[in-house]
């Protein structure tokens, strides 16, 4: 009973480190320097990034789309200031949202279903999938080619940029997927891993086929820019006596890197020294790592010289740090 109490605790608190929300006054995306828009559209698990899903999308259809997809325990409003840092850059980004219990199948099903869409309704095709920790896992998993709910007709230009995903299986939940776990228990632990983890309980370890055959891209993405992590020391919050209060290390390097992923050949494998949440932000800290590879890679524009410093204020604004040192 203490295995299974012990197993049950890990499943929960482990791939499902929550980012702080945001403010809940904050509905509203200041549209920095996106074209207006020319078209509004409503699509079942798209939406503007705020904790609002009623709103309609209203998008420039000429324009490029970046799409977030936020990881365990996440919602739409988590990407608010980061969708914010993309209209201040011209870019127009909305979010995807999904129940975080139901089977990761099931949300990349939904996720390609709801790309299929919004491509139909764009004249600018090109669109890029951002997903962070969970979502990087769902995001992969809706642009691959073989498996039964790809995408069927898309006609776009795809990039995909994954940040701090268990791409070999998260290692606290092995347990769920182990066989002699499963008979020690008397089959206790399917039950207790389904309680915790939802309807995701296998797919989310190493002895999955969801993990362990990962698939091919469809031909259509171009890209696939692969952010891991390495949380080792990582705090999230810190004491007035400079001692760490919580920490910020979710999942190793191990638990990211998996060679039928990294060995595409669209693949850009790049390593930063972050915290799983700090390299996303949130209203403690802004995410100043992701910016800056975001930027080098070409995923996030670039800004000229003499808003360099507004944009460094709009950081401080957004996630209500120190002033933040100028970007490019």
């Known amino acids: 009973m203490k295995y299974l109490l012990l197993s049950l605790f890990l499943v929960v608190m482990t791939g499902c480190a929550s980012i702080i929300q945001p403010d809940s006054q904050l509905f509203v995306i200041d549209q920095g320097r996106i074209p207006p828009p020319d078209i509004n559209l409503s699509i079942p698990g798209l939406g503007p990034c705020i904790n609002n899903s009623n709103l309609p999308l209203r998008l420039n259809s000429q324009e490029p789309v970046i799409v977030l997809v936020h990881g365990c325990v996440g919602s739409a409003g ?59 896992l769902i995001a992969r998993k809706a642009l691959v080619a073989d498996n039964a709910n790809k995408l069927k007709s898309i006609d776009a230009d795809l990039k995909l940029v994954t940040v701090s995903s268990p791409f070999s299986g998260i290692e606290a939940a092995s347990h769920c ?17 389904k309680i915790a983890s939802g309807d995701k309980w296998f797919e989310i370890t190493g002895a999955s086929e969801f993990i362990r055959q990962p698939g091919i891209f469809l031909e259509q993405v171009g890209e696939h820019l692969k952010i891991n992590t390495n949380e080792s020391g990582s705090c999230r919050r810190a004491t007035e006596e400079g001692e760490c209060a919580e920490n910020d290390y979710v999942f190793s390097l191990n638990e990211q890197i998996h060679p039928p992923v990294d060995d595409g050949a669209v693949v850009k494998n790049v390593e930063i020294k972050a915290g799983h949440v700090e390299i996303v932000g949130d209203n403690r800290v802004a995410p100043l790592k992701f910016i800056a590879v975001l930027q080098k890679h070409g995923i996030l524009n670039t800004n000229v010289p003499d808003r360099s410093a507004a944009f460094g204020q709009m950081l401080t604004r957004l996630y209500r740090t120190e002033p933040t040192p100028e970007f490019r």
């Open 177 to 193: 997927g182990s066989t002699l776990a499963r008979i020690l228990s008397l089959g206790l632990t399917i039950p207790i891993c």
């Open 78 to 136: 988590n990407f608010r200031a980061l969708a914010e840092v993309f209209a201040f850059s011209g870019q127009q980004a909305i979010c995807f949202s999904y129940n975080d219990r139901d089977s990761l199948m099931v949300s990349s099903a939904q996720l390609a279903t709801s790309l299929e869409t919004l491509s139909g309704h764009m004249n600018n095709r090109k669109i890029t999938v951002i997903g962070h920790s969970q979502g990087g």
